[in-house]
């Protein structure tokens, strides 16, 4: 089994020595560079940019740069949603976002695991499973989703939040480590 198919099976792969990974993300990080050093204005190139650097891309997403990923590849952004300034995607496994997602700035999805103990640590190990965020969710300014976390659709994640547990669906979550507060209803609407 290659290192690739270890990390996509969600094993422990090696992911600083491996040099068919490391290309991977030297390719990733070019586009990532080019996307962030194309002028705002220059619509069309960023979209032929981000096209390349993200795995899928729906209809209407706005990124703004910087935007910062591993692979790209295993990224997946749903129609109408919108990533601020500062993203990571750290995509060793796939980061599913669904449709109609606001993601506030400074924003890191981060699916990697090491080991806990340093020798195996320095061997250059690591895990990653996958993170999702439902459709319709509204992620906070400076959140980090830690491996393997599903927030649900409908969701509001509060800012500065440390979320390493799933979240569900039509729930407000905040703080360090995030922790649901209350369901969201028809209470909560600006207008009746």
């Known amino acids: 089994m290659t290192e690739r198919e270890r990390m996509e099976s969600g094993l422990w792969y090696d992911a600083n020595f491996d040099e068919g990974l490391r290309l991977e993300r030297e390719r990733a990080g070019d586009l990532a560079f080019e996307f962030n050093s194309t002028p705002p204005g220059d619509t069309e190139r960023r979209a032929e940019l981000l096209s390349r650097l993200i795995g899928t891309l729906g209809e209407g997403v706005e990124v703004l740069s910087p935007l910062y990923v591993d692979y790209g590849r295993n990224v ?5 949603s919108f990533v601020n300034h500062g993203a990571y995607l750290m995509d060793g496994a796939a980061i599913t976002i669904g449709a109609h997602v606001f993601i506030g700035p400074n924003f890191g999805a981060y699916t990697a695991q090491h080991p806990l103990v340093a020798r195996e640590r320095n061997t250059g190990l690591e895990r990653a499973l996958p993170i999702v965020i439902g459709d319709d969710c509204w992620i906070g300014a400076n959140v980090s989703i830690m491996p393997g976390v599903t927030i649900g659709a409908g969701c509001v994640v509060g800012a500065g939040s440390l979320v ?3 979240v569900p669906a039509g729930w407000l979550a905040m703080g360090s480590p995030c ?9 909560d609407l600006i207008a009746p």
């Open 179 to 187: 922790k649901p507060v209350r369901e969201i209803s028809d209470e």
């Open 76 to 80: 997946s952004i749903g129609d109408g």
């Open 164 to 166: 390493t547990k799933d």
